[in-house]
């Protein structure tokens, strides 16, 4: 596109009339945001045609997460009473730093109501379909950023992650994604959820053009460490796995010469902490409409915000005490390693009409616990890259890279290294 | 909590709770309850 030889608009155009077609079955795209994209993709054609150089998204399209601001239209945030709240005033600073590097915002993309829960099934939105399988969850809260990219209408999109909300949707439609390090990323203009754990990040169908957009979008460029001491996370993260993915994991395992194992201390601790400070946090957030406008919730969500803002301050502040201790010791491993591997979920996306999975061999909701293995590492604020595990499966399941506080950079050559080599890679939705 | 307490608190509040909402708070205090234990128990 940057040589001429293409122009943004016909991306654009193609983008659109994908998605006019084929989104009705997904539920993945909540607006289509097709004039100002047209306008924008003609700003970047004339910038090359005048020689100039758009930069490294030219005429990219991408979507963004209904949390974030775009100017003129109200942020959602996936709550249907805010769909005539007052539009944003500007964009969010993430999507200027996309348009700036070339990309063309085209969509907004579903979510659960104010990103609390794991699953993306809304009750004023609709329910988003895995692009594998639509009878399967897409995962959440970023399930429509995820479906998206998965089902090929958007090479790029952004979601954010608070409890596993990149990691979970990622892996369960097979894609990549990117929990960046906590505070690396301006959150502005983003609808806020926990202040503590929130991020934001990008989506793609490749290592490579994570990276790509992890720099558009302001990551450190840094370095990465090209021989990485890997290690994989032992106890917690080994029990409740799917017996064809964990075999999966301990081919991967081996091949990459046996990896130490690694025991994090207090994992079912650092769960419980994440989820009382979120449950606190978001309940406080949205006292005010719970106490006025609590019908006009979505049901699911509203009776786990209540639940939260009915929490005592003593427990709020002991998990928040115990998230500090946690950090220092998550810090401690990488002292002797530098990338930690994992599940990012235990199987394959849980039907929608059971939406349930095994943990300890009992039933239990998808919603509230598919971040089993995302919820926990997120207190420790490191960055984490999601990817998908290639496997005999017929569906995706997804592995967590998690790295040294501000170290994206190695996380990322070490997924582009892997996906080479055949072990990581975006199966193609049917 | 007992009823009478999580009255108390609502009260504190001044909070009246919609019908609606009683069963799945109660169901979700007790999930908030349990994670409670589990931080300060460590099980």
């Keep these: 596109m940057r040589s001429g030889a293409r122009s943004a608009l016909s991306f654009v155009d193609e983008a659109i009339a994908d998605i006019e077609t084929r989104n009705a079955a997904l539920c993945a795209v909540t607006r289509l945001l097709a004039d100002r994209a047209r306008s924008r993709a003609g700003a970047v054609d004339a910038i090359v045609a005048g020689g ?52 063309v915002l085209v969509a907004t993309l579903n979510m659960d109501e104010y990103a609390y829960g794991f699953a993306t099934v809304n009750a004023t939105f609709g329910t988003t379909r895995n692009p594998h399988d639509p009878q399967r969850l ?50 502005g203009g983003a609808f806020p959820f926990v202040d503590r754990l929130d991020v934001i990040g990008p989506f793609t169908r490749s290592a490579r053009e994570l990276d790509i957009a992890w720099r558009a979008l302001g990551g450190l460029a840094a370095s990465a460490n090209p021989a990485p ?14 017996p064809g993915f964990a075999t999966a994991l301990d081919a991967l395992d081996a091949y990459l010469g046996g990896l130490p194992r690694v025991a994090l201390p207090d994992v079912a601790r650092a769960r419980s902490a994440s989820f009382l400070i979120t449950a606190a946090e978001g309940g406080a957030r949205h006292l005010p409409e719970l106490k006025a406008r609590a019908l006009e ?64 061999g009992k039933q239990v909701p998808a919603r509230a616990n ?60 049917p | 909590m007992p009823d009478a307490i999580a009255s108390l ?33 460590g099980r």
Excluded at chain 1, 229 to 242: K, P, S, Y
Excluded at chain 1, 309 to 320: E, N, R, S, V
Excluded at chain 2, 11 to 34: F, H, I, K, Q, Y
Aim: hydrophobic share 50%.
């Design chain 1, 297 to 360: 919730f979505d049901p699911a969500t509203r009776d786990r915000l209540i639940a939260g803002a009915l929490q005592p301050a003593a427990t709020y502040a002991a998990a928040l005490e115990f998230a500090d201790r946690f950090r220092s010791r998550v810090e401690a491993l990488f002292t002797d390693h530098d990338v930690l591997i994992a599940p990012a979920v235990g199987g394959v996306a849980p039907r929608i009409d059971a939406a349930t999975i095994e943990v300890d």
């Design chain 1, 52 to 103: 100039g150089d758009p930069g490294p998204l030219a005429g990219v399209p991408f979507g963004v997460k209904d949390l974030f601001d775009v100017a003129g239209l109200p942020t959602t945030a996936g709550a249907g009473m805010r769909r005539d709240a007052a539009p944003a005033t500007e964009d969010a600073e993430a999507v200027c730093r996309l348009e700036a590097a070339g990309g």
């Design chain 1, 229 to 242: 001491r890997i290690a994989r996370l032992d106890g917690w993260f080994m029990t409740n796995v799917e």
């Design chain 1, 138 to 187: 897409a995962g959440g809260s970023s399930g429509g950023s995820a479906a998206a990219v998965a089902a090929g209408l958007l090479p790029l999109t952004l979601g954010s992650d608070t409890n596993g909300s990149i990691r979970v949707p990622a892996a369960l439609c097979g894609i990549f994604g990117l929990r960046p390090t906590h505070g690396a990323l301006p959150l």
């Design chain 1, 370 to 429: 598919l971040g089993l293995f995302t919820q926990p590492l997120s207190l420790a604020g490191m960055p984490i890259l999601a990817a998908p595990l290639r496997w005999s499966g017929a569906l995706p399941v997804g592995v967590q890279l998690v790295g040294r506080w501000g170290d994206e950079a190695t996380l990322l050559a070490l997924a582009e290294r892997l996906e080479s080599e055949g072990w990581l890679g975006a199966p193609t939705a």
């Design chain 2, 9 to 41: 608190a609502l009260a504190t509040l001044d909070w009246d709770l919609p019908e609606e909402c009683l069963d799945g708070v109660r169901s979700n205090l007790m999930l908030l309850a349990e994670h409670r234990r589990i931080l300060e128990d």
